[in-house]
């Protein structure tokens, strides 16, 4: 926390996976202006690594392509002399793992009607992503981790996408992961 990149102050950490980090970020300009943003990090012990740096391009690349409001969208993709990363929107809300296990510790369920809805979305979204093309043939995607964790759910109801960290592609740098 308190640490830049670029022009984001880093807040604090809201979530991340083997290779990155994703932070909640802050900036701010004239007149009082901030706004939040997540910024997606490699961890410092990956950064110097073409691998890395390469599955994380590949997924910023991929998913600026798809705009879709059921997807978390790209904005930017930054160098810092530590790392590259990329700022996606930040959906405030949680995520459909962290809804569950909190209806869960009140004693109920989400209900069938919430669930369809958020299900909806993310199907939604996936669906865009697989209809992405590029020169009329289509890119391929695969997300290949659409799990309660990886679908955000806003204070407003929707639900987001996100995580096409190890998703398959036509065009990808990195080759497949596994």
Not at 55 to 67: H, K, P, S, T, Y
Request: proline share 4%; hydrophobic share 45%.
């Amino acid at each position: 926390p308190g640490d830049r990149l670029g022009r984001y102050e880093l807040v604090d950490v809201i979530g991340g996976g083997g290779f990155a980090s994703v932070w909640r970020a802050r900036t701010v300009g004239p007149g009082g202006f901030e706004r939040f943003v997540a910024a997606k990090v490699i961890r410092p012990g990956r950064a110097s690594q073409r691998r890395f740096q390469d599955m994380l391009l590949d997924e910023a690349r991929l998913v600026a392509r798809i705009q879709h409001p059921n997807v978390a969208q790209i904005w930017e993709v930054g160098e810092d002399p530590r790392s590259l990363y990329f700022v996606m929107e930040l959906v405030e809300g949680d995520s459909l793992d962290i809804l569950r296990e909190r209806a869960e510790a009140a004693g109920k369920t989400l209900s069938v009607g919430a669930i369809f809805r958020v299900l909806a979305d993310a199907c939604s979204g996936l669906h865009a992503a697989h209809e992405l093309a590029s020169d009329g043939a289509p890119l391929g995607i695969v997300h290949r981790d659409v799990s309660p964790q990886n679908i955000l759910v806003s204070r407003d109801g929707h639900a987001k996408l996100i995580d096409f960290g190890i998703a398959k592609a036509r065009e990808r740098l990195a080759g497949d992961t596994t």
